[in-house]
């Protein structure tokens, strides 16, 4: 898990500059950690700590750290795009509440057999994403 002063490092060596609105975001995203978070709500969550924050540039940030594997993004019902600071350096896949956006990391790949079964076939799998829904034991109401 990245600290803040690694992730602005990292946006100063790809020539990014770090503003009191992208620092105030990343303070958001790293005080949500382990939570799947919508752009809404960070920006709802920014603009508490950074009055003059706006929509788009959140919006556009979360792309910018999206895009330099700073954090993971994916989609509820297929809707909604939500955000976590990326938890885990190595391979990892995530189950993620439906409710509240909670996530723990699970280390599983199903992918492991498939991408060796596509080499013998001479294909080079790159990219996949797998991420498993479901509800956390405070949403869980089953019981
Ligand atoms: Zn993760
Ligand atoms: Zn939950
Ligand atoms: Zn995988």
Known sequence: ??????????????????????????????????????????????????????????????????????????TTDGKKTIYEIICKDSHHHHIICKNCGKTKVVDFCPYTNIKENLAKEGFKLTDHKFELYGYCENCNDDD
């Not at 990245?2 to 975001?25: F, S, V």
């Not at 924050?53 to 940030?61: A, E, I, P």
């Not at 979360?62 to 954090?71: F, K, Q, S, T």
């Open 1 to 74: 898990m990245p600290n803040k002063e690694d992730i602005i490092k990292t946006l100063k060596e790809k020539g990014h500059r770090c503003t009191n609105q992208r620092e105030a975001i990343l303070d958001v995203l790293i005080n949500n950690k382990s939570h799947f978070i919508s752009a809404e709500d960070i920006y709802i969550k920014t603009k508490k700590i950074y009055p003059k924050t706006n929509f788009s540039t959140v919006y556009r940030t979360l792309e910018l750290l999206d895009r330099l594997e700073i954090i993971h993004s994916t």
